[in-house]
């Protein structure tokens, strides 16, 4: 497993803000899904595990990292450049690898066909 490359990884508070006011959402399964057009030449993605989930920073940061591993599959296939922010909550943290990763698919396929 590993990581994002930074080209893929959004940062930076306003930016972040800005995709949370005024991007598309979409949820399934305790995930929040944010999209925005980047005004960048790659797909970017944050995701966001609160204290909501689990007050452990342990549990939270391993949730963190199965989003991320399944983004880093789903990136290729997205074709135009987007800004992307998964927002988890506390009905994700009992979900598992393959029920983050059905879910994440779902939306994905959603989102290409809309």
Same mark, same amino acid.
């Given at each position: ?29 305790? @995930? ?22 689990? =007050? ?5 940061? =391993? @949730? ?8 880093? =599959? ?9 800004? %992307? %922010? ?13 029920? @983050?990763?059905?879910? @994440?698919?779902?939306?994905? =396929? ?5």
């Amino acid at each position: 497993m590993a990581a994002l490359k930074r080209s893929y990884r959004l940062s930076g508070r306003k930016t972040i803000n800005g995709i949370l006011r005024s991007g598309r959402r979409m949820g399934a399964g305790g @995930l929040t899904v944010y999209v925005l057009q980047s005004k960048n030449l790659n797909t970017r993605v944050a995701v966001i595990v609160p204290k909501k989930v689990d =007050k452990r920073a342990v549990k939270r940061n =391993k @949730l963190r990292r199965q989003i991320s591993e399944i983004m880093r =599959k789903i990136i290729p296939q997205i074709i135009e450049p987007l800004d %992307i %922010i998964i927002y988890a909550g506390p009905q994700s943290a009992g979900s598992g690898f393959d029920g @983050l990763e059905k879910t @994440l698919n779902a939306v994905f =396929k959603k989102l290409i066909q809309a």
